[in-house]
């Protein structure tokens, strides 16, 4: 199990409070033990947020996946039809990804990547993906 940290700097204030205090300014690290591994090193920021999300990548390891974003688009366009949502709203969601794809391609984005997600896995186990969250079906 992985946990962020603050490695406090020599002039925190705070550094006496040790690792667990993390009201302050100083940079995040992550700490802990991954397939018997330990793991110890800065995350590169300061912003709270940030460091969870790398944390969960991290732990995802070998669990994340790159998808070309015109395939990513498509597939979650195809999701959202097999899921019978109203035509406004995949309409809504068409109009949003277009921009999402040429914003990508001005930029010479070309793949996206996160963790492995199959939707059949997760109705399958009775449960519902919210961003992070999970909730039962049941």
Same mark, same amino acid.
């Given at each position: 199990?992985?946990?962020?940290?603050?490695r406090?700097?020599?002039?925190?204030?705070?550094r006496?409070? $040790?690792?667990?205090? *993390?009201?302050?300014?100083?940079?995040?690290? /992550?700490?802990?033990?991954?397939?018997?591994?330990?793991?110890?090193?800065?995350?590169? *920021?300061?912003?709270?947020?940030?460091?969870?999300?790398?944390? @969960?990548?991290?732990?995802? +390891?070998?669990?994340?996946?790159?998808?070309?974003?015109?395939?990513?688009?498509?597939?979650?366009?195809?999701?959202?039809? =097999?899921?019978?949502l109203?035509?406004?709203?995949?309409?809504?969601? +068409?109009?949003?990804?277009?921009?999402? /794809? @040429?914003?990508?391609?001005?930029?010479?984005? =070309?793949?996206?990547? $996160?963790?492995?997600?199959?939707?059949?896995? &997760?109705?399958?186990? $009775?449960?519902?993906?919210?961003?992070?969250? &999970?909730?039962?079906?049941?």
């Open positions: 199990m992985l946990k962020k940290f603050r406090h700097l020599k002039n925190c204030p705070h006496r409070k $040790g690792r667990k205090y *993390t009201k302050c300014g100083c940079p995040l690290w /992550v700490d802990g033990m991954q397939d018997g591994k330990r793991i110890r090193h800065s995350l590169d *920021t300061f912003n709270d947020e940030q460091a969870a999300t790398k944390v @969960l990548e991290i732990e995802a +390891g070998d669990s994340t996946v790159k998808v070309l974003v015109s395939k990513a688009v498509q597939e979650y366009m195809e999701d959202c039809e =097999s899921r019978e109203s035509d406004r709203t995949i309409d809504g969601y +068409g109009r949003v990804l277009d921009s999402l /794809v @040429l914003f990508c391609k001005a930029r010479a984005i =070309s793949w996206i990547g $996160g963790p492995r997600y199959s939707r059949d896995q &997760e109705v399958s186990q $009775g449960k519902r993906r919210i961003g992070f969250l &999970e909730e039962d079906l049941h």
